[in-house]
């Protein structure tokens, strides 16, 4: 029986996106100063979580909460189980919202909020694909679990968590990336770069911050700088102001005596493509880089403006790598922390490394290269090493198939700097949920989901699972 899978979405498209705007509602932001045995990763993973699962109750599926860590929503039978993995987690919405992050709004074809591409559209897309298999009644052969997530976004302690409790599912996908299907993802590790903050000379840097994520482009920089002189700080003052009108970027400064702050806004992007955006931490550090600072100040901006600034590919540290099969590395300067009544600095680089090199790696060069710097390395945060699933792997074949059906478009392998949680099992990919072509608007500001790319990709979902299930 031929099933027409479009006429199933169309008619569930009201309530998806209900559900969908509903979700969207819950600010679901890692917040580590409100954590509790209850709320591992705060309360807004922990709501987004609950939201999520009360669908599935809602509708007659199994449903598990594994301690508000993550849960799971189930139906089918059989030996096997196809796994499909979304997060309710969201990156900080931060600044430049032309609307409300957590209120979603339709405009011209297009659902704006915070988590409508990253993961939460994606993620109800697929849910609803179950959905339709589940209301049809179609046969399978295979149980049909839909693994939701919470701490995706930082350190994946949620999965780490929930396979500590339920079983892996033998294969499966993510919808957390891109069509045709994502294969291949590279390493991801995050080596923390710290610095003592002494620094007594004509010029102070008492504190410098940019950035909220290791896996955002820092948006947003200032830094506070006392100098000797009034001159001092009036020269700075007017050369900062012609360094903001021949770079791509923006800023002010503020004055009070000879303290000064200075402020720059840049453009963001996803740590994994961070030559798509301007880091305002880096052309900071690059513009007082050029002063008189001593000690830990000197080192810090001499580090972040000279061997990191605009370097996405690890060239000025000597750790540059490229895999024919997997590509280049990438390397994301997020998070900045330099105060003056610390002991030490915070330079977070976030790699995305094919196969061919490694983590040790990585940092025995970077310590080669800038240890005269009197710095000191550790990696920080979830390591993940690079992974791999052969394009004639039935799974892969099969995904592919559906894609093209449905597109007209042909079907490719792809490898990419993202981690998604495909990587969690030996043979798992990411499927969509972003089409070709389409704008990516992840991580930044004012991103978006287009509506009808969002039930294209539900159309897609149901027949794939359906095919791999039944």
Known sequence: MAIDWQKEVDTRKDDLLDDLKELLRVKSEREDDKTTADAPFGPGPRDALKQMLSYGERDGFTIKNVDNYAGHIEFGEGEKTLGIFGHMDVVPAGDDWDTDPYDPVVKNGKLFARGSSDDKGPSMAAYYAMKIIKELNLPLSKKVRFVVGSDEESGWGDMDHYFEKEETPDFGFSPDAEFPIINGEKGNVSIEVHIETANDGDYVLEQFQGGLRANMVPTSAFARVKTVTA?????????????????????????DENTIIFRVAGKGSHGASPQFGHNAATWLANFLDKYDFADGAKNFLHVAGSYIHEDFYGKNLGVDFKDP?????????????????????????????????????????????????GVSLSIGGHHMLPHYVPQEDPLVETLLDVYEEHTGEKGEEQIIG????????????????????????????????????????????????YRLAK
């Open 325 to 373: 099969k997997m590509g280049q590395l990438t390397m994301n300067a997020g998070i900045f922390d330099f105060d003056i009544n610390k002991d030490h600095s915070l330079i977070n680089l976030n790699f995305r490394y094919p196969q061919g090199t490694s983590a040790d790696t990585i940092q025995a060069v970077i310590n080669d290269t800038i240890g005269e710097y």
């Open 418 to 465: 993202g981690g998604t949680y495909g990587r969690l099992l030996e043979r798992g990919v990411a499927f969509g949920a972003m089409f070709p072509g389409a704008e990516d608007t992840m991580h930044q500001a004012n991103e978006f989901m287009v509506l009808d790319d969002l039930y294209r990709a539900a159309v897609i979902y149901a027949d794939a699972i």
């Open 231 to 255: 001159e001092q700080a009036d020269a700075m003052d007017i050369a900062f102001s012609e360094y903001l009108g021949i770079n791509p970027i923006t800023g002010s400064s503020d004055r």
